[in-house]
């Protein structure tokens, strides 16, 4: 089995922990490499790209919170590579173990006593062009910009003239994030299906829905002064005009993450959020 290992060193300040993960494992004798983006902390390995790492290694240990788990995430689906990853954010929905269990949590995964958990991710289409979302797809208004209308249709039925803020696309694994700001359900990762969510909708009517997975979604743009904009995981990836839509879709791609024995998905919400 090869090791990756991706961090986020804002988080992991200096690379100690990082340096302390790799230590370990060479003291194993576990093959690893880093990614390129590490090459700043000098440790002798070898560096290679997001996409060589996933590629060529079976695990990722992904040192972070969920915005460093979805940054490399979608390299991991290309490759069938599975992630590992270590909280080191405020939350951490995404993630398996906290930085103090690094070394146990290891060696449970050298002699298989986890499970593998997959996820999915939805298929944005916008002028001929596509992108992969492992949370959420979301057309808001602008800063300066005011209300925005949006026809959402759902397999050519229309279901909702939606005045708001925007409007939320998302996956189980998104209704944690964004979606359960604005007022979204939390869904279980084991459900197939997507969340559709008002943000600040101007109607009482205007709830978030759950439809079956392999629905086809188009999010129409009637009115807005002067644009909304598209984003992606948090991304703003384009601006849309009044009359343009866009198309939404399971991709049928998974991520798969490691989950030690005994992870339970609403024991970690419980404890993730409080309750």
Do not use: W
């Not at 000098?42 to 560096?47: K, Q, R, T």
């Not at 964004?178 to 943000?199: H, K």
């Not at 703003?236 to 991709?251: L, P």
Request: some cysteine.
């Amino acid at each position: 089995m090869r090791f990756g290992i991706y961090a986020n060193l804002t988080r992991d300040k200096n690379g100690k922990a990082t340096i302390e993960l790799a230590e370990l494992l060479k003291q194993k004798g576990l093959p690893f490499i880093m990614s390129d983006e590490l090459s700043t902390l000098n440790y002798p390995c070898e560096y290679v790209s997001n996409e060589e790492l996933a590629k060529r290694c079976d695990v990722i240990i992904v040192l972070g919170g969920d915005g460093t788990v979805l940054r490399i995430a979608k390299e991991c689906v290309k490759s069938n590579c599975s992630i590992f990853a270590v909280n080191f954010g405020n939350i951490g929905f995404l993630t398996e173990t906290e930085q103090e269990d690094i070394s146990s949590a290891i060696a449970k995964i050298c002699k298989n006593k986890t499970k593998t958990e997959k996820r999915y991710l939805l298929e944005l289409e916008f002028k001929s062009k596509k992108h992969l979302a492992m949370n959420e797809i979301a057309v808001n208004r602008g800063a300066k910009a005011k209300t925005v209308y949006l026809d959402i249709m759902v397999n050519n039925v229309l279901v909702n003239r939606l005045r708001a803020d925007g409007v939320i696309v998302s996956t189980p694994t998104g209704s944690t994030a964004y979606s359960l700001s604005a007022g979204g359900p939390v869904v279980s990762p084991d459900v197939e299906a997507i969340i559709i969510t008002p943000v600040s909708p101007h109607s009482f009517n205007s709830k978030p829905f759950v439809i079956p997975s392999n629905s086809a979604i188009e999010i129409y743009l009637t009115r807005a002064e002067p644009c909304a904009y598209i984003n992606v995981d948090g991304d703003m990836i384009s601006e849309i005009n009044i009359n343009e839509h866009i198309k939404i879709k399971n991709s049928n791609l998974y991520v798969k993450f490691i989950r030690l024995e005994g992870y339970n998905f609403y024991n970690n919400i419980v404890q993730k959020l409080n309750c």
